[in-house]
């Protein structure tokens, strides 16, 4: 958007009218945490003054609290199976006028040609689209993905206006050894004074310590107010996060006060788009806040200001002259209800105009996998020993590694229903290197059937679980005919299936299709026993992350986290 500034100062000195005079509305004062009464004064899109004020076009608030849009300091556009496009229209209607994007999942599969899709496909998107560069393709060594990306494949990218710095430090590892690659990374982000994201799961106070020597000044990964707090200690911002699998407000929200709030913010990271449009994105954080006890002005800091600060985005955050006309209409305070969303001072009527952009072949051809039979599913284990085995925890990314001795026959592990003990395989789907990595899991509660998909972190390979072999097979082979995607199977057949065909991540449809592809899939999970307690397709997306505590699964084998090492299925 370019600026007139002269045309600004003249209706800012009241010498001409301003385009846009918003009137008789209640202006949350982000900076003095006050609700002050005062025209709102538009030219070019930005606000040019608060006062008394006459415009070309004059709007009566008619009450309502008016607070600056919203912001998503970190969130995967890919997470909400969408294209980016309509990903952007579905969270302005929620009042998110600006995110802070990282195209970590479709750079792992396609690398920098999936991040310069993303890049085009928002450059004209209703909402301003800001990326981080991943900094972890492949997220690590241990595991096969479709990319691999380095400083030297970074450097034409920072040249682009809307790349802001470099996105989430999930190896921490890397970091922490001073591996050669990954200190190129973060020198080159330091030295073009870019941000940096971090990403620390589970470390303790001096793992902090190493990243904030880094010149990491961000977390997105706290779960509980002590490790925000040993955050906050060194420095850093903490993203308070409310996804679809990791929901920390309610945790974090304690530790929030008037001295320490200014280090908050708040981000989605991965949220499907079901839980998008019911729930909403940072509005559905800011609620929360507000129902956790937070004061509600403080928590509008935390979701606008502080992101803005945060990120260097100098000219959103506030209703205040110099900033951009990003306003939320809002008739409840308690309930933070959206009456009206204006961006660059225009009125947005719901959606933005439709255009997203064709979406590249290369992206479409992402599932490349060498055939797979029965024997490759095999898992050969004695009954007189425990395994080391996968526990999940509904609606979290962490897993729990425990040890159980299961069912066997023929020296077989066979999956049982009656112990909740299933098989689960990562399948290598990027450059047909024949990769299969078998496990057992326990805690989805399914009693017939296999799901399988390609959305599986950070890699994503095909992950299916299930309680036989052939349905396993079944849902695999599907991957394939649908070139990736979500798939539901009962007796050996596909009952409900969502193609994601931009590479193996997001569906090329409408928000409407694509919502009622999720419906059936849902209803389809039903069939096969799956509760309702938590999205079985979500959690089997994150078992293959192996940088999230304590137990994965990757396409070559178990993966313990705390050891960051593969380990066997037999325990010893």
Known sequence: MTLNLESMIKAAAKKKKADLVIKNGRIIDVFNLEIIEADIAINDG????????????????NGAFICPGLIDGHVHMESSMIHPYHFTQTILEHGVTTIVTDPHEIANVSGTAGIQFMLDATEKAPVDVFFMLPSCVPATSFEHNGASIQAEDLAPLYEHDRVIGLAEVMDFPAVRDGNAAMIAKLTQASRINKKIDGHGAGLAPEDINIYASANIKTDHECVTAQEAKERLKRGM??????????????ALIPLVNERNARRFLFCTDDKHLDDLVNEGSIDHNVRISIQEGLDPLLAIQIATLNAA???????RGAVAPGYRADLLFIDNLENFTIKDVYKNGIITKGKGPFSPI??????QDSVNMKPINKDDLKISVRTDQPCNMIEIIPNSLVTKHIKETVTTYKGEFISSIDNDQLKLAVIERHKCL?????????????????????????????????TSDEDMLVAVKAMEQING???????????ASLPLEISGLMANLTTENTLSSLKELHEALHLIGSQKSFNPFVALSFLSLPVIPELKLTDTGLFDVRKFEHIPIQAK
């Open 434 to 466: 024949g990769h299969v990595g078998l496990g057992i899991v326990k805690g989805f509660q399914i009693k017939n059937g296999a799901i399988a998909s390609t959305v599986a972190h950070d890699s994503h390979n095909i992950v299916t679980v299930g």
């Open 46 to 61: 930005m606000i040019i003054g608060l006062g008394q004020y006459e415009g070309i076009e004059e709007v009566d608030a």
């Open 237 to 250: 911002y903490v993203m308070m996060r409310e996804g679809t699998v990791a929901k920390d407000v309610r």
């Open 309 to 315: 600060e945060c990120f260097s985005l100098t000219d």
């Open 485 to 495: 995607g979500l798939v539901v199977v009962c007796e050996e057949k596909v009952v």
């Open 358 to 363: 064709p979406v590249p072949n290369l992206l």
